[in-house]
Structure formats: structure tokens, C-alpha cells
């Protein structure tokens, strides 16, 4: 076994796990105007490999952690979106400048 980063251990995550985790969110962010099932995400980023199924669901649960993706049940199944940008050698978020925001009032 190898050493973890701080971060790896905060979200008890290992090399593997988030090498998985920039994967997922690599696919959502570029793909942000929509929101997948969790069979759909799975078979789009792991492409069905049942070998890597408990790693594939513990990065998806550590990316909702730092909320880089949301979760929501809809109509029975497990729907999941982007959310915001973070920096993946961090998983902190990436903030927008001051006063970029769209719903910025304009006088």
C-alpha cells in the first residue's frame, strides 16, 4: 500500500478511488446541462465493468462530499448532476471573481 495525501484520508479515498473521482467529474462537467442515472453514469464513464463497481460508487459518493456533484432520486431512480467547478488536485471549489455572477443586478 502507498501513502495517502491528507486529503485522500479526509475523504477516505484511495489513488484509485480518485482517479475515479476525476473521471466522473471530468464527464459531468463537460456535460453539465444534464443529469444522468447512476446505471447510466456507470456504464458511460466504467463502461459496465462490474470489476470496479464498489471503487466507481465510493468516488461518487466522496464527489458529492465536496460538492462537485449532486444527488437526487427522481421517480425511483438516482439521478446525478454537476454542480461546480473545484480544482481536482484539491476537490476545493474554484470561485468566481466578485461581481461576475449572472444574476448580478445591473442599476
Request: proline content about 3%; overall charge negative; glycine content about 4%.
Amino acid at each position: 500500500m502507498m501513502p495517502l495525501t491528507r486529503r485522500q484520508f479526509e475523504l477516505g479515498v484511495d489513488t484509485e478511488t480518485e482517479n475515479w473521482m476525476r473521471s466522473i467529474y471530468g464527464f459531468l462537467s463537460e456535460n453539465n446541462h444534464l443529469a444522468y442515472t447512476a446505471e447510466e453514469l456507470f456504464e458511460e464513464v466504467a463502461h459496465n465493468d462490474s470489476s470496479v463497481s464498489a471503487v466507481f460508487q465510493r468516488a461518487m459518493d466522496a464527489l458529492e462530499i465536496v460538492w462537485a456533484v449532486e444527488a437526487r432520486i427522481v421517480r425511483g431512480a438516482r439521478y446525478v448532476a454537476y454542480v461546480r467547478d473545484v480544482d481536482t488536485s484539491t476537490w476545493a471549489p474554484i470561485l468566481e471573481p466578485q461581481g461576475s455572477s449572472a444574476s448580478s443586478e445591473t442599476r
